[in-house]
């Protein structure tokens, strides 16, 4: 079955940097755009980036905007976040997702969940 497997989180000053790793197996990803979403003590589960399967489109929460950037690896099934300059409001536990579409992805229309990693930002 389809698995996506997170890593990489951890605690990290604010002001710091930390980049996150998703790697996908179990199924067929070609064509499929993937994203990362987070979600905070007692907040919804918020969309954070998406990008495409040719990473020539991406997409970014105005709140992480010019502070993370996602990638991906086609070769080796992986998605990933570097993030810089944390805020502690950054703080929560970080999902990577496959969708069917862009779109899709930002509305949390999901087709498959990673288990989640762990970002605390001290402050």
């Known amino acids: 079955q389809v698995q996506l497997v997170e890593s990489g989180g951890g605690l990290v000053q604010a002001g710091g940097s930390l980049r996150l790793s998703c790697a996908a197996s179990?199924?067929?990803?070609?064509?499929?755009?993937m994203g990362w979403f987070r979600q905070a003590p007692g907040k919804g589960r918020e969309f954070v980036a998406a990008?495409?399967?040719?990473?020539?489109?991406?997409t970014y929460a105005d709140s992480v905007k010019g502070r993370f950037t996602i990638s991906r690896d086609n070769a080796k099934n992986s998605v990933y976040l570097q993030m810089n300059s944390l805020k502690a409001e950054d703080t929560a536990v970080y999902y990577c997702?496959?969708?069917?579409?862009?779109?899709?992805?930002?509305?949390?229309?999901?087709?498959?969940w990673g288990q989640g990693t762990q970002v605390t930002v001290s402050s």
């Open positions: 997702a496959v969708g069917s579409d862009i779109p899709r992805l930002r509305l949390r229309i999901v087709d498959y």
């Open positions: 179990g199924g067929t990803f070609s064509g499929y755009p």
């Open positions: 990008i495409s399967w040719t990473s020539s489109s991406s």
